[in-house]
């Protein structure tokens, strides 16, 4: 890989603000798309379908199975084998973020992009051209990603990397009140703002760079299910890669098909995550008393959130 992250805070390309430099050329933006399936035979025709028209560079797809099945023939690989997809069968369940790095693991040299994305979602005409122009506007663009609908809403999927300060606020009162100024500050992107760069994008649907991708040995898989995303995008933001906010992009999502049944579960899953996530770039000590209130607040978030669903 030739491209390279900036160091000490410098760049070869222009910051955010400033016109983009020449792009990169036609050889240094091979494409791929990977997907992971856990039983997601419902959705993955959909998404499949939808590649053709969201990119003029035929990418190679491949497809990570979470969920092989231990009887008969995978419906999963036959679908991959009706699209033309690579199909990666795991014989293990690594979750979301090790799922992808398996996918990844087996693409060529010449893919220099990748396009992360749920089996669940439907590209827009033209949307992933969009998405590689604008990573490849500028050499240190590490990840871009579109702007996501959820049954035509727009889902915050461009957002601060978490702090304390805004990770306390936004589990106390993001539910009782949505408006309140953690949670403003967390959900940093928005379309009416145009492009931007964010503290980290939803890993729904992301396109990376691969070389930095690489650099940083791709998802941290010892997050089973979220916010190996937001440890993705922070990762990258460290190493001097930016993570922009393309919302001329735009994808559509469906959201949660594979978790649907065990709703109760997932939030656990996703409040346990958080934890971790935010106590590992909080450490020491002194900050021990507001790991504990945020600790505090995200058990009583879950439960407020669980109540009547199934556990």
Same mark, same amino acid.
Not at 102 to 126: K, M, Q, R
Not at 194 to 202: E, F, I, K, Q, R
């Given at each position: 890989?030739?491209?390279?992250?900036?160091?000490?805070?410098?760049?070869?390309?222009?910051?955010?603000?400033?016109?983009?430099?020449?792009?990169?050329?036609?050889?240094?933006?091979?494409?791929?798309? !990977?997907?992971? &399936?856990?039983?997601?035979?419902?959705?993955? /025709? @959909?998404? =499949? *379908?939808?590649?053709? $028209?969201?990119? +003029?560079?035929?990418?190679?797809?491949?497809?990570?199975?979470?969920?092989?099945?231990?009887?008969?023939?995978?419906?999963?690989?036959?679908?991959?084998?009706?699209?033309?997809?690579?199909?990666?069968?795991?014989?293990?369940?690594?979750?979301?973020?090790?799922?992808?790095?398996?996918?990844?693991?087996?693409?060529?040299?010449?893919?220099?992009? !990748?396009?992360? &994305?749920?089996?669940?979602?439907?590209?827009? /005409? @033209?949307? =992933? *051209?969009?998405?590689? $122009?604008?990573? +490849?506007?500028?050499?240190?663009?590490?990840?871009?990603?579109?702007?996501?609908?959820?049954?035509?809403?727009?889902?915050?999927?461009?957002?601060?990397?978490?702090?304390?300060?805004?990770?306390?606020?936004?589990?106390?009162?993001?539910?009782?009140?949505?408006?309140?100024?953690?949670?403003?500050?967390?959900?940093?992107?928005?379309?009416?703002?145009?492009?931007?760069?964010?503290?980290?994008?939803?890993?729904?649907?992301?396109?990376?760079?691969?070389?930095?991708?690489?650099?940083?040995?791709?998802?941290?898989?010892?997050?089973?299910?979220?916010?190996?995303?937001?440890?993705?995008?922070?990762?990258?933001?460290?190493?001097?890669?930016?993570?922009?906010?393309?919302?001329?992009?735009?994808?559509?999502?469906?959201?949660?098909?594979?978790?649907?049944?065990?709703?109760?579960?997932?939030?656990?899953?996703?409040?346990?995550?958080?934890?971790?996530?935010?106590?590992?770039?909080?450490?020491?000590?002194?900050?021990?008393?507001?790991?504990?209130?945020?600790?505090?607040?995200?058990?009583?978030?879950?439960?407020?959130?669980?109540?009547?669903?199934?556990?």
């Amino acid at each position: 890989m030739t491209s390279t992250p900036p160091i000490d805070g410098q760049t070869d390309g222009p910051t955010a603000g400033e016109a983009a430099g020449p792009t990169e050329s036609a050889e240094a933006t091979a494409l791929a798309v !990977v997907t992971v &399936s856990y039983a997601s035979e419902s959705v993955l /025709p @959909g998404f =499949l *379908d939808s590649i053709h $028209a969201a990119s +003029s560079a035929h990418p190679l797809v491949v497809i990570a199975d979470n969920k092989p099945g231990v009887v008969g023939p995978s419906p999963t690989a036959a679908l991959a084998e009706q699209h033309g997809a690579d199909y990666v069968p795991l014989s293990a369940n690594p979750g979301y973020g090790g799922g992808m790095n398996a996918a990844v693991a087996t693409l060529p040299d010449s893919v220099h992009w !990748v396009l992360i &994305s749920n089996p669940d979602i439907v590209l827009h /005409p @033209g949307a =992933l *051209d969009l998405l590689v $122009a604008t990573g +490849s506007s500028s050499p240190d663009i590490g990840s871009v990603g579109p702007q996501v609908l959820t049954d035509g809403v727009t889902y915050p999927s461009a957002r601060a990397v978490p702090s304390l300060r805004n990770g306390i606020g936004h589990a106390l009162f993001a539910r009782v009140w949505p408006e309140n100024p953690w949670t403003k500050r967390y959900h940093a992107g928005s379309p009416e703002a145009g492009a931007a760069d964010v503290g980290w994008l939803s890993g729904s649907c992301l396109l990376v760079r691969r070389a930095a991708f690489e650099q940083l040995g791709g998802f941290d898989e010892s997050y089973f299910m979220y916010f190996e995303d937001v440890d993705l995008g922070y990762r990258l933001g460290k190493a001097g890669w930016r993570n922009r906010y393309e919302p001329a992009a735009v994808v559509e999502h469906s959201g949660g098909h594979s978790t649907a049944s065990e709703s109760a579960v997932m939030i656990d899953a996703h409040h346990r995550s958080a934890y971790r996530f935010l106590s590992q770039k909080y450490r020491g000590p002194l900050l021990l008393p507001l790991r504990l209130v945020l600790r505090a607040g995200l058990r009583i978030r879950t439960r407020l959130e669980t109540r009547g669903k199934r556990a």
